[in-house]
């Protein structure tokens, strides 16, 4: 009390309260981060529209701005934290360039390296941003430790997803091919042998060449559509259904076919236990993107984020 009454005591507890006044209505102001990359956001959207084959929106356009502060945060922690200096895949790419852009000069490796951080190449070059980032990740992944994932989980998970696991009919078969404007002796000799069922190695001397090859294994009606196009798939579908005889002839894009079937696998869902792994693999990598996700969340709480 004799220290608030005297006057130094009162121009320090002055003091502390403009202080505390001070921090509490005027904090330091956040570092900002963004607005994302123009150019890197530009090229993303065009990939991605010529990948879908349409414009996108402008939700879609924000989501891929989001993915780039994601990243610009990623980014900047794993500088604050020294990765770059840490990273021997980092340097070696640094030192690289450094040497491309002066062949001629002869200098130490850490020398370059010292001059390619102090000239802030590491800003500039996509690898490196994109490794920093990786390295970024994997240590906010690994501060998860190991993680059990239990079967009775994963069985839940396959229940709700059984049909992702729908494995389509197959065939394995043969053809012959015969071009459109072939003879019709060649033609009429090709229909004789098959008449006489002969067998596919015997029938494929009287056809003309096919590059992708005679014989097919494990082929879905998706897989036949690619190779010899959809009609044809619709037709080989719909025609086929008794094993080891002729059927044809059905067209394609490159002439006509004749198809022998040696086997067909039936539509099935695929057991737990044959994609049990799989599950395993995917409820990690989805808890690894949570705790990503999550730690930048927390992380963008200390910055002033522009879009």
Same mark, same amino acid.
């Given at each position: 009390?004799?220290?608030?009454?005297?006057?130094?005591?009162?121009?320090?507890?002055?003091?502390?309260?403009?202080?505390?006044?001070?921090?509490?209505?005027?904090?330091?102001?956040?570092?900002?981060?963004?607005?994302?990359?123009?150019?890197?956001?530009?090229?993303?959207?065009?990939?991605?529209?010529?990948?879908?084959?349409?414009?996108?929106?402008?939700?879609? +356009?924000?989501?891929?701005?989001?993915?780039?502060?994601?990243?610009?945060?990623?980014?900047?922690?794993?500088?604050?934290?020294?990765?770059?200096?840490?990273?021997?895949?980092?340097?070696?790419?640094?030192?690289?360039?450094?040497?491309?852009?002066?062949?001629?000069?002869?200098?130490?490796?850490?020398?370059?390296?010292?001059?390619?951080?102090?000239?802030?190449?590491?800003?500039?070059?996509?690898?490196?941003?994109?490794?920093?980032?990786?390295?970024?990740?994997?240590?906010?992944?690994?501060?998860?430790?190991?993680?059990? +994932?239990?079967?009775?989980?994963?069985?839940?998970?396959?229940?709700?997803?059984?049909?992702?696991?729908?494995?389509?009919?197959?065939?394995?078969?043969?053809?012959?091919?015969?071009?459109?404007?072939?003879?019709?002796?060649?033609?009429?000799?090709?229909? &004789?042998?098959?008449?006489?069922?002969?067998?596919?190695?015997?029938?494929?001397?009287?056809?003309?060449?096919?590059?992708?090859?005679?014989?097919?294994?494990?082929?879905?009606?998706?897989?036949?559509?690619?190779?010899?196009?959809?009609?044809?798939?619709?037709?080989?579908? &719909?025609?086929?259904?008794?094993?080891?005889?002729?059927?044809?002839?059905?067209?394609?894009?490159?002439?006509?076919?004749?198809?022998?079937?040696?086997?067909?696998?039936?539509?099935?869902?695929?057991?737990?236990?044959?994609?049990?792994?799989?599950?395993?693999?995917?409820?990690?990598?989805?808890?690894?993107?949570?705790?990503?996700? &999550?730690?930048? &969340?927390?992380?963008?709480?200390?910055?002033?984020?522009?879009?």
């Amino acid at each position: 009390m004799r220290l608030l009454k005297s006057i130094p005591g009162r121009f320090v507890l002055l003091g502390v309260v403009l202080f505390c006044l001070d921090r509490g209505f005027f904090p330091d102001p956040k570092p900002v981060i963004g607005p994302p990359n123009e150019e890197r956001v530009r090229l993303q959207v065009e990939a991605l529209a010529q990948l879908k084959g349409t414009q996108l929106n402008d939700s879609q +356009i924000e989501e891929i701005k989001r993915r780039e502060i994601r990243d610009e945060v990623l980014f900047v922690e794993a500088l604050n934290r020294g990765l770059i200096q840490q990273d021997q895949v980092v340097q070696r790419r640094l030192i690289r360039n450094m040497r491309f852009m002066d062949p001629e000069r002869d200098a130490e490796d850490d020398t370059l390296l010292a001059e390619a951080l102090e000239l802030r190449l590491h800003l500039a070059d996509e690898v490196v941003r994109r490794r920093t980032i990786q390295v970024m990740e994997s240590l906010i992944v690994a501060r998860q430790g190991d993680i059990l +994932i239990s079967d009775d989980d994963l069985m839940a998970t396959y229940q709700l997803q059984r049909d992702k696991y729908a494995e389509p009919t197959r065939y394995d078969f043969h053809h012959v091919f015969l071009r459109d404007d072939v003879s019709e002796e060649r033609r009429d000799r090709l229909l &004789a042998m098959l008449a006489d069922s002969v067998l596919p190695r015997e029938a494929r001397t009287a056809s003309d060449v096919f590059l992708a090859g005679y014989q097919f294994r494990g082929r879905s009606a998706l897989d036949i559509s690619r190779q010899f196009g959809d009609s044809f798939a619709e037709s080989f579908v &719909a025609e086929v259904e008794v094993l080891e005889s002729w059927v044809g002839p059905i067209g394609s894009v490159f002439g006509n076919h004749w198809i022998w079937v040696d086997d067909i696998s039936e539509s099935r869902i695929k057991g737990f236990s044959e994609v049990a792994q799989e599950l395993r693999r995917d409820r990690r990598r989805e808890m690894d993107d949570e705790a990503i996700q &999550a730690w930048v &969340a927390a992380a963008l709480e200390r910055y002033e984020v522009r879009l």
